[in-house]
């Protein structure tokens, strides 16, 4: 039997690629990840980008790279709104490609439990840029660069 989505476990994620076609190890990433129930995919498009930033959106039964995709489970679509995947194409440079996901952690779904029975519950989350996270072993070691430290 499936449930609708978690709220407090829906989040996007926008994977940059150079082309759609070379999503392959990504379509067979996210097929581990739903047939190990980590996650749920809710929405996934692919999006390819102009050299003028323009995009275009594909469907991702439409690129054979997620070919390992067909016949997972899950109701995928509705959820990205035009607005969202302008927001997540800003993100990209010109003549760049990505993949756009709506996923539910399932993986955090005992935590967001627990979080409920004490009276509370997940109220948000971020992904560190991997930049910050350099940055912040650099300083751990001694080996910040002085135009690091304006943050």
């Known amino acids: ?13 926008v994977i940059g690629l150079p082309r759609l076609s070379s999503s392959t190890a990504v379509g067979q990433a996210l097929r581990t990840l739903v047939e190990s129930s ?6 996934l498009v692919g999006v390819v980008t102009d050299s003028h ?14 070919s ?3 016949g997972v489970e899950g109701e995928v679509g509705g959820l990205l709104s035009e607005d969202d995947i302008v927001l997540a194409c800003r993100s990209l440079r010109p003549g760049a490609s990505a993949l756009i ?7 955090a779904q005992e935590l967001a439990d627990a979080a409920r029975a004490g009276g509370g519950r997940i109220v948000g ?8 996270l350099e940055q912040a072993e650099r300083a751990r070691r001694g080996t910040v660069l002085p135009d690091e430290e304006l943050g």
């Open 101 to 107: 996901l709506v996923v539910e952690d399932r993986w």
């Open 38 to 43: 980590r996650v749920r995919i809710l929405d």
């Open 68 to 70: 390992d995709l067909r």
């Open 1 to 13: 039997m499936v449930h609708g989505p978690d709220p407090d476990l829906v989040e996007y994620v």
């Open 125 to 132: 989350g971020e992904r560190i840029p991997r930049h910050r």
């Open 53 to 66: 930033g323009r995009y275009s959106v594909t469907e991702p039964e439409s690129v054979a790279a997620l």
